[in-house]
């Protein structure tokens, strides 16, 4: 065997360990944490908080968009190829995956707007962080996702030759198409107006002052002084999830 060839299939040896061990691995990890976060955003002291809506909405949707893309990563380092080359299973499983990865990622821009409103001086755009709101958001990125990225079902195609994998685009227009559209509307848009928001999040509450409410009763005082404290916690842990899973959410689907 020559040394091209021993190159060749060390690194085709490599590849089909990777696919095999850090695909599990990943689908593992990514699971578990996604799961472990819909839980805790079903607990009942956040669950009207809008922001937990776009975050147990975007682990949902995270965990459906690791094992459409993941699985038959796996079932590729064992010599199973069967998904790739089956028509209805490729263009669904590419739909899918697509679709979650969108939903996803723009729940976290729909949370980090849902801060800026919550956070904001003004009453009018702090009336805008409801849960009704956060459906009705998330709703309308599924929608214009779907028909966004519906074109998959006709662009990609099963056993295409001479391409990186079997499922494939199947003509430069569709490709260009997509390409643009996975960088301009799941990357660059989605990234920008993250940024944006959240430094005017930050902004907003380095100048929010608090003016001292007249209340009627006792008692509404009472339950306001103790209701705020665990709010304000509520909050600063809701902060600390999005950040994170902004940054890995940005680090992970540029690459």
Known sequence: MSTDDYLIASVLFIRTQINR????????????????????????????????????????????FIWSGLVTRILEGYGINWPNHSQPVCKARLFILTVCWSVATWAFVGASIDRFFGSSASVTYRSLSTVRMARRFLIIVL???????????????ANVPNVPVPCYINSST?????NWMNILYNIVIPSGLIA?????????????????????????VTRRINRQPRMRKIDQHLRKILSVQVVLNIFLFEK
């Not at 691995?25 to 009207?48: P, W, Y």
């Not at 509450?205 to 007249?214: A, D, G, Y």
Request: aromatic share 12%.
């Open 174 to 178: 569709c490709q260009l198409y997509n």
């Open 143 to 157: 929608i214009i996702s779907i028909l966004i990225f519906g074109e998959i079902f006709y662009c990609y195609e």
């Open 21 to 64: 061990h850090g695909g599990l691995l990943m689908i593992i990890v990514g699971t578990t944490g996604n799961l472990l976060n819909i839980c805790v955003l079903n607990e009942r002291s956040i669950r009207d908080n809008p922001c937990s809506i776009y975050l147990w909405w975007s682990s949902l949707f995270s965990i459906a």
């Open 196 to 220: 944006v928001f959240g430094i005017l999040t930050i902004v907003n509450v380095r100048k929010r002052i608090v003016h001292p409410v007249r209340l009627t009763t006792i008692a509404f």
